[in-house]
């Protein structure tokens, strides 16, 4: 048996399933007692993993309530973890260093800006220098891409430390993610549950801790679409 009292019974398979990856269960829907205990059987390798993910004796349940009852402070701690993950991947994962053609390519347009130039002339032998992605006009170059992303990364590079700039963005998005969920989802299991995936999801750790433009878009995004539900909920 696996608690799973903050998930409503009836998707209580659906979410083993999910969870299982697909594993067969004995009962298409399993039997949920009254303090919320539902009981499945899959194989001993997936129940493992599934024991990894479920949490006993109403750890899950003080969690919801912290977030209903304390929505700063919980809304807060999520945003100071996932922060401190993504600048972790940043650092140890990366190596605090842009690594593909397309980040590498905006981080040179934002050394570029911070010199207070929209261009910089070309360098003696162009051919050591220049990439599929930079363009060379009338001996200067510049970025290919828009302006708006190298603009993003520029508070990093002016501090001479470009890689901090994604981590922090996330953590932003994470934030207009929470404000989004507690206004849309009126179960306060739901919405924490949403925000703690899209915080922690594998893809948003490894995105957040590169200096590609996704991030920053995705926090002016979900920065919209925060501020367009509360102002049609007010």
């Known amino acids: 048996p696996f608690d799973v009292g903050w998930i409503a ?64 402070r919980a809304t807060i701690a999520i945003v100071l973890v996932a922060a401190a993950s993504y600048i972790v991947v940043a650092l140890h994962v990366f190596g605090g260093r842009p690594l593909f053609i397309d980040e590498l390519t905006q981080v040179i347009q934002a050394q570029i800006f911070a010199h207070g130039m929209l261009a910089q002339p070309m360098a003696p032998h162009p051919e050591f220098f220049s990439s599929m992605l930079v363009a060379d006009v009338g001996g200067r170059h510049f970025s290919q891409f828009p302006a708006g992303g190298p603009l993003m990364l520029l508070p990093g590079v002016l501090l001479g430390a470009p890689w901090i700039t994604c981590p922090l963005y996330a953590a932003i998005a994470v934030l207009a993610f929470s404000i989004f969920a507690r206004t849309e989802e009126p179960r306060p299991g739901v919405a924490l549950g949403a925000t703690l995936l899209f915080a922690f999801a594998p893809f948003t750790l490894f995105m957040s801790g590169t200096q590609m433009n996704h991030v920053p878009t995705l926090m002016w995004i979900l920065i919209g679409i925060a501020a367009l539900t509360r102002a049609t909920r007010s």
């Open 9 to 72: 019974p009836e998707r209580a398979a659906l979410f083993a399933e999910a969870t299982l990856d697909g594993a067969p269960l004995t009962a298409a829907n399993p039997a949920c007692d009254a303090d919320g205990i539902c009981h499945a059987t899959a194989t001993a390798p997936d129940v493992i993993g599934l024991h990894q993910l479920c949490v006993h004796d109403g750890a899950a349940d003080r969690l919801v309530h912290s977030w209903r009852d304390h929505p700063s």
